[in-house]
């Protein structure tokens, strides 16, 4: 462990264990981007599984850039989540108790419910979140089209080192529903067997999600299980094709400016805006928040997938 003399003695064993979780998913992440580099075709129009050579490109990159990005805000959140584990936690569980395995697996995807909701409503954790919305279809290479700030994600999972659930398993669970979420990025798969469609996000929830329909707008959140959209009101079944991509198209393949094109806009309506209010409105109001006093505003209006 010479690697990690630089760590407290408390913090090298977790450390130490979740590494190799770690990079078992870079790996995964860096294999699948490669694989749909080499195999999305050619599509013209939208149609039912198209595929677009540039859109592809462009979610295929951003994918490969984001196995970089994510790998520094993982290191950090290893970091933080094993200092959390070896020095705040009232308790350490044992990953060898069948409850430890629930309450990481259960905690990630809950959480990951909630930061997805979050991440839809407050303008500024969307501007990390809608270049994975961006394009206009729905394929596996649309599964890689990732953010590049993981920063939201890596504070929503601090209650489970806090909790005492080793942060190797943390990433562990993460890697779980990752892996899950990216077959679900398909319209080859019609709707499944009933229970299963109960419980589980399954691509016809998860085309709902990703469609810019009104009646689509803001839901099926969820990662691996649907019953928190059950449970908590954001539930919508598929009841035709959505149209995919966001309400305010970003009509480009560079993959800077998708990533980043939220940012510039929240900066340029900050700067026009009069009052902190407003400011804060631009800031943490849900996506296409305006002044009540603006012409034709609407206070709570949405302008994303």
Do not use: C
Not at 4 to 23: G, H, N, S, T, Y
């Amino acid at each position: 462990m010479e690697f990690l003399d630089f760590l407290p003695p408390q913090m090298r064993e977790p450390v130490l264990f979740a590494i190799p979780f770690f990079l078992l998913l870079l790996t995964i992440e860096w294999t699948a981007a490669r694989k749909l580099e080499h195999t999305a075709p050619d599509g013209g129009s939208p149609a039912v599984g198209a595929y677009h050579t540039r859109d592809s490109w462009a979610s295929v990159s951003m994918g490969l850039v984001s196995t970089v990005t994510m790998s520094v805000w993982k290191f950090l959140a290893l970091l933080g989540y094993a200092a959390l584990y070896a020095y705040v936690a009232p308790w350490q569980l044992s990953a060898t108790q069948w409850y430890t395995w629930v309450i990481a697996l259960v905690g990630v995807d809950l959480l990951f419910y909630v930061y997805h909701r979050m991440a839809h409503r407050v303008r500024i954790v969307w501007a990390t979140h809608q270049a994975h919305h961006s394009s206009r279809y729905f394929n596996f290479a649309t599964a890689l089209r990732q953010k590049w700030n993981n920063s939201g994600e890596i504070l929503m999972w601090i209650p489970l080192p806090l909790l005492g659930v080793p942060p190797w398993m943390v990433f562990f669970a993460f890697s779980v529903s990752l892996i899950y979420q990216f077959w679900i990025h398909t319209e080859r798969i019609g709707k499944l067997w009933l229970p299963v469609e109960f419980i589980f996000n399954t691509p016809s929830h998860h085309r709902v999600h990703h469609g810019m329909d009104k009646l689509y707008l803001d839901k099926n959140y969820g990662g691996i299980l649907i019953i928190w959209d059950r449970l908590f009101g954001t539930f919508q079944p598929e009841v035709f094709r959505p149209h995919y991509g966001l309400t305010k198209p970003v009509d480009t393949f560079n993959i800077w400016k998708l990533q980043t094109h939220e940012y510039v806009a929240i900066g340029r309506d900050v700067r026009a805006a009069r009052g902190l209010r407003a400011k804060l409105g631009y800031i943490f109001g849900p996506p296409g928040w305006e002044p009540s006093t603006a012409p034709g505003a609407r206070a709570a209006a949405h302008a994303t997938p």
